[in-house]
């Protein structure tokens, strides 16, 4: 079906994508030293997104070889007002193992970043318990809400349980804890004692902490182009506040700086 459609299509740019990839990049862009962990075949695409990765000065902990599946791949169509469908070729990435997990990078990272997209029941389950089990800090990103209503059980132990930093949107989060509107997200995260930060779209953006509750407000006038990256480069900036020691304040608007960078363009690379 993919090559059908790829027939009557015009592929604006080919890039290295993949979310919290995206969001190492953008990390990286700021000038902090960041790594990434991720499963790609030794094959065309395989190389491609290596390189992609490393032009940015990401360092890549994960030595490629011929899988049974090739790598991933993520065709966006993006319409005219923005918005994005996704068809979504997880490949070999979904696949990812405890054994492809570096235990020396993790251990010498001050926090990792989880991707919510390839969390999945065996095999990924093991990856992320043996990530999270020997992390300093974790942060993990929902994805998006079709992940969280197949996984819900599992998400909210991982928000309530072994999350330092928890990043959502609003249907996100709301689906999680099946929340009746947004004044239940905001008690529920409250309780957590942990950082729960949820962008609202046209809303902006809020990071609850304990008691603390902080709300920044979105870029006006901006020609948005196309979304996709938009949560992404929003974590980049936020976590980019986070291990620099800048108020939560700060971290909030250097990640809504990033992310309207990002949708006035093309793609989820700056």
């Excluded at 169509?77 to 996704?86: F, G, H």
């Excluded at 992390?135 to 809400?145: C, E, G, T």
């Excluded at 004692?193 to 609202?200: A, I, M, Q, S, Y």
Aim: proline fraction near 1%; charged fraction near 30%; include cysteine.
């Amino acid at each position: 079906m993919k090559k059908q459609l790829l027939i009557n299509l015009k592929i604006e740019k080919t890039v290295s994508g993949g979310s919290v990839a995206n969001s190492i990049v953008g990390l990286s862009q700021l000038g902090d030293k960041v790594g990434f962990i991720g499963k790609v075949s030794d094959d065309d695409f395989g190389e491609k997104y290596e390189k992609g990765l490393k032009k940015e000065n990401v360092e890549y902990f994960y030595s490629k070889k011929r899988e049974e599946l090739p790598t991933g791949t993520c065709l966006i169509l993006v319409t005219p007002d923005s918005e994005r469908t996704m068809c979504t070729f997880l490949g070999t990435a979904g696949k990812i193992n405890e054994n492809d997990v570096s235990y020396d990078a993790i251990k010498k990272s001050e926090i990792i970043f989880l991707e919510g997209y390839l969390w999945d029941e065996g095999e990924p389950k093991k990856a992320f318990d043996k990530a999270i089990n020997n992390a300093n800090k974790v942060a993990m990103s929902l994805s998006d809400q079709f992940c969280v209503d197949r996984h819900k059980p599992h998400f909210l132990n991982l928000v309530q349980n072994k999350l330092d930093i928890t990043f959502a949107n609003e249907q996100e989060i709301t689906s999680l804890i099946e929340a009746k509107n947004f004044d239940e997200v905001i008690n529920f995260s409250k309780q957590l004692n942990k950082l729960v930060v949820v962008t609202r779209g046209e809303r902006g953006a809020v990071a609850i902490n304990g008691e603390e509750v902080i709300e920044s407000g979105i870029q006006k006038n901006l020609k948005i182009v196309d979304l996709t990256g938009a949560g992404d480069l929003f974590a980049a900036g936020f976590l980019h506040g986070y291990v620099n020691k800048l108020l939560t304040k700060e971290c909030l608007e250097k990640g809504t700086e990033m992310s309207s960078k990002i949708i006035q363009q093309i793609g989820a690379r700056l």
